[in-house]
């Protein structure tokens, strides 16, 4: 199962292996204060994409759509992610505000799509 959680949450034994999905180092976290097991800086939107987007949920199709291409062409940046989800639980950490309309989300449509074959 592929979870979702702002960084800001608390850890729990249900969350499996964390990942942080970010470009971005989260602000006022040390380095060593989130419990992850690997940060996946390629993964995320690249800058232009990210800073165009700006988290507006009138943009978020067109996001989805931007980003999914990005995430085709670099296939090296998720499959570390989907390996694990068949193998166990993970959780895709982000810091946005908007939970609903963040790179996490799509990314997280993303693997399940491929995690069902398609």
Do not use: C
Request: zero cysteines.
């Amino acid at each position: 199962m592929i979870r979702l959680k702002r960084v800001y949450e608390p850890p729990e034994p249900s969350d499996g292996r964390r990942f942080l999905v970010e470009r971005l180092w989260p602000r006022g976290f040390k380095k060593d204060a989130l419990q992850l097991d690997g940060w996946l800086r390629d993964v995320a939107p690249s800058d232009g994409l990210r800073r165009w987007f700006g988290h507006d949920p009138a943009r978020w199709a067109e996001f989805k759509a931007r980003y999914f291409a990005e995430l085709e062409a670099r296939p090296e940046a998720w499959r570390p992610l989907l390996e694990a989800a068949r193998t166990g639980d993970i959780t895709l950490l982000f810091s946005a505000r908007d939970a609903e309309h963040n790179n996490a989300v799509a990314l997280k449509e993303f693997l399940e799509a491929r995690l069902r074959g398609g």
